[in-house]
């Protein structure tokens, strides 16, 4: 079995440490945190931030580098530092090491563009904000490595129940009602793991996969059906017209043979809800 690191193990690095685990991997998981980690994993205490305390990577021998490190806050010093600074350390410390391959956990925020059109991996990445131009920067670090981007939509999940919690008041709903893209964290965690073993099997990735579930959808269509399932009363209203953001298409990572847990946002906060009731 490959030899993981997954550096950064917040909530999708967690779940993906425990499937890694569950299937027989050997896996590092590399935080800031001295808190253990689950299932036997082993633990690095270092800051990817900090390039001295990365030092101890040296000792290692790994076979496939995930990096899903989460920003501290959402300001672009913290970005750069996260995302850039912090990738570019850890390659360095690994440079020596012969990488089966890297995965970067990226984001869609890199398509900065506005549209009712649907977006692909072919699509022109024009971020217009510091954190797609901060994840466009770290995605060049990867030239030259034998490497996969997953550009993740909007992840949601166990504990990330923030438009469970706006659907209960419809009078604090955005006045825009763009689209919203979005992938439940099991199916992000899930998605990587069968990557990671396509690897190992000797077959080729592609550079670049859009990790979003199959049903992109207004924001009002989204709070609406929420606010049903709970049971909500909806003041009339007047619903904006759909306008904003953009919608993504899956068809790449479908087409690897990879099936969803939670093929759709109905299917993904059915689950969720049951949990919270």
Not at 31 to 43: E, H, I, N, T
Not at 61 to 89: K, Q, W
Not at 154 to 177: C, D, F, S, T, V
Request: charged share 20%.
């Amino acid at each position: 079995m490959s030899h993981v690191l997954i550096a950064g193990c917040g909530d999708l690095g967690l779940e993906l440490l425990r499937n890694l685990r569950a299937s027989g991997f050997e896996v590092t998981g590399l935080r800031r945190s001295s808190q253990s980690l689950p299932d036997g994993a082993s633990l690095i205490q270092a800051d990817v931030t900090d390039p001295e305390s990365l030092s101890v990577l040296t000792e290692l021998e790994v076979d496939i580098l995930v990096y899903c490190v989460a920003a501290s806050e959402h300001s672009d010093e913290s970005y750069r530092a996260s995302y850039v600074d912090g990738l570019r350390n850890v390659l360095s410390v690994l440079s020596s090491t012969r990488l089966a391959h890297i995965f970067f956990v990226s984001s869609t925020s890199v398509y900065g563009q506005e549209t009712d059109q649907f977006l692909d991996e072919d699509t022109p990445a024009l971020a217009s904000d510091f954190s797609g131009k901060r994840m466009l920067e770290a995605e060049a670090l990867l030239a030259g490595h034998p490497a996969s981007i997953l550009r993740f939509s909007g992840i949601y999940g166990p504990g990330r129940h923030r438009m469970i919690e706006l659907a209960k008041e419809p009078q604090r709903w955005p006045a825009r009602n763009g689209w919203t893209n979005r992938i439940h964290r099991d199916d992000g965690a899930a998605f990587i793991q069968f990557l990671i073993q396509r690897v190992q099997a000797g077959q080729l990735l592609d550079a670049i996969y859009l990790v979003t579930d199959q049903q992109p959808l207004p924001v009002y269509d989204l709070l609406m059906w929420l606010a049903k399932q709970q049971q909500v009363k909806i003041p009339e209203m007047e619903i904006p017209v759909v306008a904003g953001n953009k919608r993504l298409n899956n068809q790449r990572m479908r087409s690897t043979g990879y099936h969803f847990i939670y093929p759709d946002y109905q299917a993904g906060y059915t689950a969720l809800l049951s949990q919270l009731a």
